[in-house]
């Protein structure tokens, strides 16, 4: 039987948050006829194992694996590519994003019709570094950017159809926005709380070189895609 939403988690060294979040999922999910696809993206721990149990212990999961990890986008296209569902999803592996926001997410993507990206707009997490970013993008692109990088993001397959030329990197969560305005969707947004990590720490930056070094991918990213196109 085909779910109706497909989950799709990119995991990057993240063996101790693993169990934690499936139970969580199983817990959220009870009423929502969804498959959750974890996504192997190149870990250099001991997640294979892990999730190779986690997949065997429960029915709505399944597994794809990344042997090398080439970026976060390039997991979660990868992830995306062998989802079953009408309805896809993204979030993090990390349990700072509640999966509880998935199933709040799909409640309000049935009230807001088909062509919709619901995604998560963080609440009290003020970040001069995202502001910079937004007002760069509305500058760019004439157009109002709700939180980048808002968890989770919920969408109809046929959005990911116009998805051509995805980021393999951690642009795609502004990508996904930027095609969604570009061809007409409406975006939606709900309240979400990023927790605090038990496990692990921060793929995005853990110093402030990688800081520096991404922040200037991204923006690089942003002023291709304003004057080059995709």
Wanted: glycine share 8%.
């Amino acid at each position: 039987m085909q779910p109706i939403v497909s989950i799709v988690v990119p995991c990057y060294n993240e063996e101790r948050n693993l169990p934690l979040l499936v139970s969580r999922f199983e817990k959220v999910l009870q009423d929502v006829d969804a498959e959750l696809i974890l996504v192997n993206n190149g870990s250099t721990d001991n997640s294979q194992q892990v999730l190779e149990k986690i997949e065997k212990e429960y029915n709505f999961v399944r597994i794809a694996v990344v042997p090398k990890n080439i970026g976060y986008g390039h997991g979660i296209m990868t992830g995306l590519k062998t989802a079953k569902g009408g309805v896809l999803a993204w979030t993090h592996a990390d349990m700072q994003c509640d999966p509880e926001d998935v199933s709040r997410a799909y409640d309000i993507y049935k009230q807001s019709g088909e062509k919709t990206l619901v995604k998560g707009n963080r609440q009290g997490r003020f970040s001069l570094l995202t502001k910079s970013f937004h007002a760069m993008a509305a500058i760019l692109f004439f157009r109002r950017f709700d939180d980048i990088n808002g968890q989770p993001k919920m969408f109809p397959r046929g959005l990911m159809d116009e998805m051509k030329k995805a980021p393999s990197g951690f642009q795609l969560d502004f990508y996904v926005q930027y095609i969604a305005k570009k061809e007409g969707y409406k975006v939606a947004s709900i309240p979400v709380r990023f927790g605090v990590r038990k496990f692990g720490y921060s793929k995005w930056a853990t110093g402030m070189k990688p800081r520096v070094k991404n922040v200037a991918r991204f923006l690089g990213y942003m002023l291709k895609l304003r004057f080059v196109g995709e």
